[in-house]
């Protein structure tokens, strides 16, 4: 039998609410991967992955927003709810980007995240991302994001990582973002990945951070998605 990749809803949350800001017909995009606006009634329930990723890659294409990923990603990484809440409760970076990880698959079924260690430094890794070529482009950018927005935790609103790799060949918004208007980026890679300096990883998380996930994120539901 054939397992069926699932991810939560919040997600499709995240890309939808740029399209409502945008004037982009939403419900359209929805009905053509089988989805209803029902799924935004809550964001921690779970849909077909490939269902969401078709959203994702159709709202791009057919409305031309080459950023679509980045825009969405726009969102604090305090406001993705149960993956929020327990994310910010670790007391450094280290631990952050260790929870990241493992937390992930709470979010996504298929999620490949893992940190590749070295004297100088770790690199954070996100593995092959599944979908057609605008479909891996706008969840990518979207996870850079949130990996880029883990580190900031620590090190500051201003960091940037030196160097970027990206699975994406479509450098079209990419390179001149104002999110990587500091590294060097190289397209078309195995995984997504960045450094993360010795440095920054026993640096603490701000206590305010914590406070400002929104209430109802502690969820007994939240589980590993198989």
Known sequence: MQIIPLVRAK?????????????APKRRLLEGVGLSERVFEDPEVIIPAHQAWG??????????????GFVAGE?????????????????NLNQ???????????????????????????WFCRGPIDGDVSEKKHVELLVLTMMIATVRLAAGPDWHPP???LQTR??????????LSRSTVRFGNRVTAFEVP???????????IASEVKPGCERPEYERLE
């Open 11 to 23: 997600y499709v949350f995240a890309y939808a609410a740029v399209l409502d800001r945008l004037g």
């Open 55 to 68: 959203f994702i890659g159709r709202a791009a294409e057919q409305e031309g927003i080459d950023d679509l």
């Open 75 to 91: 969102m604090s990484i305090a406001d993705y709810g149960a993956f929020s809440s327990q994310l910010l409760q670790v007391p």
């Open 170 to 179: 479509d450098s079209a918004c990419v390179q001149d973002h104002r999110l």
């Open 198 to 208: 010795q440095d920054l990883l026993p640096k603490q998380l701000p206590l305010r």
């Open 163 to 165: 160097l970027v790799l």
């Open 96 to 122: 952050a980007l260790e929870a990241f990880c493992r937390l992930a698959l709470h979010e996504y079924s298929r999620a490949d995240f893992y940190l590749s260690r070295s004297d100088q430094g770790t």
